[in-house]
Every structure is written in C-alpha cells, then in structure tokens.
C-alpha cells in the first residue's frame, strides 16, 4: 500500500516530448517521476542532470524498450521501479473464487447461483479454467506427429 501512496506523488512524464520537457522544468525539485511515453537518451540525461530524481517508475513494456546498458546505468544512480499494468476493463470475478466453486463438486446450476453469474459467463469460466489446467490443449487436440 505505501508503494501506492508514493507513485501518487510521482510527476507523471506523457504526452509529446515538448510536453515531457517542460514538466520536467516546472518540476525540478521533484524526487519522482512515472514515466508513461517511450523515451529517448536525452530524456534520461535531462531527468539526471537537472532535477533531484531518487526514484523513476517505468511500465514493463516501456522497461522492454529502453536498452539493458541503459537500465544499468540508470541502476546506479537512481532506483528504477518496473510496474506491470493491467490493461482493459476491470474483471468483474475474482479467478481464485471461481475456480473454488467450480472445483466444490455441486452441480451447475448451484454454482452459478453462488458465483451470481449468467449462464453464459459460468460457462465460459468453466471452459477458461479447463483449458488452462491443461485438460483440453491444442496438443492433445493434434496430436504429436
């Protein structure tokens, strides 16, 4: 939860990259930066040499893209934080709840019941959680020739 509470505080840096720049010249006494828009050498060098940056917090895609030389750098002088973001809607079931009550052994309509999902939905959890237990593959399907 705290991790939370300091990424609130971050300067997020997105937008075009005259935007990027002069946000990080209104906020140079700022300790951390969110990092939103794919950057470029001259973005880390401004964000080294002219604020007070401790922390920077970067996506895992964004982190894919920035060289691994780079990153170490940037290791020794600042602590990169590398959050996964979730994208897309919002899941309306928890998985783990799912999977409990579809694996409980009563019959499927007492589940949906309990779960409050449509039929529809139930079914297409139970064919989900099926698949990805690996009861039903795409191996198993073709066969290994």
């Given at each position: 939860m ?106 499927n ?23 990805h ?13």
């Amino acid at each position: 939860m705290q991790n939370s509470l300091n990424e609130s505080r971050a300067v997020e840096l997105k937008g075009k990259r005259s935007e990027i720049y002069s946000c990080i010249q209104e906020n140079k006494d700022a300790n951390e930066f969110f990092l939103k828009t794919k950057p470029n050498v001259m973005m880390f060098a401004i964000l080294l040499n002219e604020t007070k940056i401790k922390r920077l917090y970067i996506s895992e895609g964004i982190s894919r893209t920035i060289p691994k030389k780079v990153m170490e750098g940037l290791g020794k002088s600042v602590e990169v934080v590398v959050k996964t973001c979730t994208r897309g809607r919002p899941r309306k079931y928890e998985e783990s709840k799912v999977k409990e009550i579809i694996q409980s052994g009563k019959n499927n309509l007492e589940q949906m019941k309990a779960l409050g999902m449509p039929r529809r939905t139930y079914f297409y959890w139970k064919r989900k959680l099926k698949e990805h237990n690996g009861k039903t593959g795409a191996g198993e399907e073709h066969g290994n020739s």
